[in-house]
């Protein structure tokens, strides 16, 4: 069974900026892998969130 992820504001902010930055700075392209790759880990976090230690 799949876990609810919640993002705090500041995580909001952060991913934000990322993506901010790399539309500025580099192609979308890159932005865009950014962000499948940041959805493949949500996915894992969410089916076994024990993989992924708090810190």
Same mark, same amino acid.
Not at 10 to 20: G, V
Not at 31 to 42: G, M, P, R
């Given at each position: ?5 919640? +993002?705090? /504001? ?7 900026? $990322?993506?901010?930055?790399? #539309?500025?700075? +580099? ?9 499948? #790759?940041?959805?493949? $880990? ?6 076994? /969130?024990?993989?992924? /230690?708090?810190?």
């Amino acid at each position: 069974m799949s876990k609810q992820i919640v +993002w705090s /504001p500041s995580a909001e902010s952060d991913f934000a900026n $990322i993506l901010e930055y790399l #539309l500025e700075n +580099w192609e979308e392209r890159v932005a865009n892998q950014f962000i499948d #790759l940041t959805e493949d $880990i949500l996915e894992q976090i969410s089916i076994n /969130p024990r993989q992924f /230690p708090l810190i």
